[in-house]
């Protein structure tokens, strides 16, 4: 089991950089593939990073890629997402989420993550 809660969110204008921390507890945070997701007010919930459990594997929406890093921390249990050249339709609440894996792998798919944080707000204004 692992509990997550996210910080960093804001209000910054277009151009501007976030960076959203995600700090797990509970045991065996190794064994889980990160990933970052957000929800636009009458939208779904959208994959914007993932990490595998390493660290050495990333992947990106394309509407983030270059923009967007993912990082993690293990020793820390800390999950990070530096957001650059921020736009307006980067606003959202970001969430962060785990998933139990077997593999190096991280996935896409918001259905395949076990735990998720509460969210932090993030507003681009323009």
């Known amino acids: 089991q692992v509990q997550l809660v996210e910080s960093g969110g804001g209000l910054v204008q277009a151009g501007g950089s976030l960076r959203l921390s995600c700090a797990a507890s509970?045991?065996?945070?190794?064994?889980?593939?990160m990933g970052w997701f957000r929800q636009a007010p009458g939208k779904e919930r959208d994959f914007v990073a993932a990490?595998?459990?390493?660290?050495?594997?990333?992947y990106y929406a394309d509407s983030v890629k270059g923009r967007f890093t993912i990082s993690r921390d293990n020793a820390k249990k800390m999950v990070y997402l530096q957001m650059n050249s921020l736009k307006p339709e980067d606003t959202a609440v970001y969430y962060c989420?785990?998933?139990?894996?077997?593999?190096?792998?991280?996935?896409?798919?918001?259905?395949?993550?076990?735990?998720w944080g509460q969210g932090t707000q993030v507003t681009v204004s323009s």
């Open positions: 989420a785990a998933d139990l894996v077997y593999n190096d792998y991280a996935d896409r798919r918001s259905q395949t993550y076990d735990h």
């Open positions: 509970g045991r065996s945070f190794s064994s889980y593939a």
């Open positions: 990490i595998n459990w390493r660290g050495d594997n990333t």
